[in-house]
T-cell receptor, first 114, second 116 residues
C-alpha cells in the first residue's frame, strides 16, 4: 500500500506560468516532507522541505504548502522555466526529520514548454 | 568537491551471477542508503547503515547484501537470489539519524544494472 502518492504521472506547463505538483500521504506519523528533483540518468537533488509544524515554506521560485488535515502537500513553481523540466519526487519521513529513511512517491514528470 | 561516487554507471550481468555496485562518499556523512528505482516507480529502500559495521534491511532487501567496513564506503551486492535485478540503483548519504537534517539525503548519479 502506497504511503506517499503522486497521482499525476505528468504535467505540462507553459514557460512563465505556475506549476503545481501535488502529493498525498496516508501515514499520520509522517511529520517531515521533502521534494526532490531528478533529471534522467542522474541522482535526485534536494529541492525544498517542510516540517509539520509549518503550513508553508518558500525558497525563491519554489513554495511548498502543507495541509495536515487533508494529508496533502503541494509544490508551486513560479515562474516555471524550461530548466525546471524534470521528474519531481515527494518524500516523507517520521520522527521530526531526524530519520533518513524516506518514503518516496512515484514521481511527477514536469515539462515546461518555451 | 564533496559528493557521492557510484560505479560502474552501467553494468550488464548474466542470470545467476552476483554483482557488486560501489558507493563512496567524501561528505563525512554517518548514514548511507541504497535505493532502487524502476520505471514509473518511486525510490524503494533496499538497505541502510547509520554507522560503520552496522546496517538494517529496508523494504526490499531480499536478494541483496551490503557491508559497511568504512565510513566512506557502502557497497551493494546484487545476488542471484534477486528475482528481478534489472533497475536503476541509487546510493545516498546523510548526517546521522537523530540529528536535524538527517533526512536530507545526498544522492549519487546512480548505477544502471541490466540482466541479460
Amino acid at each position: 500500500d502506497q504511503q506517499v502518492k503522486q497521482n499525476s504521472p505528468s504535467l505540462s506547463v507553459q514557460e512563465g506560468r505556475i506549476s503545481i505538483l501535488n502529493c498525498d500521504y496516508t501515514n499520520s506519523m509522517f511529520d517531515y516532507f521533502l521534494w526532490y528533483k531528478k533529471y534522467p540518468a542522474e541522482g535526485p537533488t534536494f529541492l525544498i522541505s517542510i516540517s509539520s509544524i509549518k503550513d508553508k515554506n518558500e525558497d525563491g521560485r519554489f513554495t511548498v504548502f502543507l495541509n495536515k488535515s487533508a494529508k496533502h502537500l503541494s509544490l508551486h513553481i513560479v515562474p516555471s522555466q524550461p530548466g525546471d523540466s524534470a521528474v519531481y519526487f515527494c518524500a516523507a519521513s517520521a520522527l521530526g526529520g531526524s530519520q533518513g529513511n524516506l518514503i518516496f512517491g512515484k514521481g511527477t514528470k514536469l515539462s515546461v514548454k518555451p | 568537491d564533496g559528493g557521492i561516487t557510484q560505479s560502474p554507471k552501467y553494468l550488464f550481468r548474466k542470470e545467476g551471477q552476483n554483482v557488486t555496485l560501489s558507493c563512496e562518499q567524501n561528505l563525512n556523512h554517518d548514514a548511507m542508503y541504497w535505493y532502487r528505482q524502476d520505471p514509473g516507480q518511486g525510490l524503494r529502500l533496499i538497505y541502510y547503515s547509520q554507522i560503520v559495521n552496522d546496517f538494517q534491511k529496508g523494504d526490499i532487501a531480499e536478494g541483496y547484501s551490503v557491508s559497511r567496513e568504512k565510513k566512506e564506503s557502502f557497497p551493494l551486492t546484487v545476488t542471484s537470489a534477486q528475482k528481478n535485478p534489472t533497475a536503476f540503483y541509487l546510493c545516498a548519504s546523510s548526517w546521522a539519524t537523530g540529528l536535524a537534517g538527517a533526512n536530507v539525503l545526498t544522492f549519487g548519479a546512480g548505477s544502471r544494472l541490466t540482466v541479460l
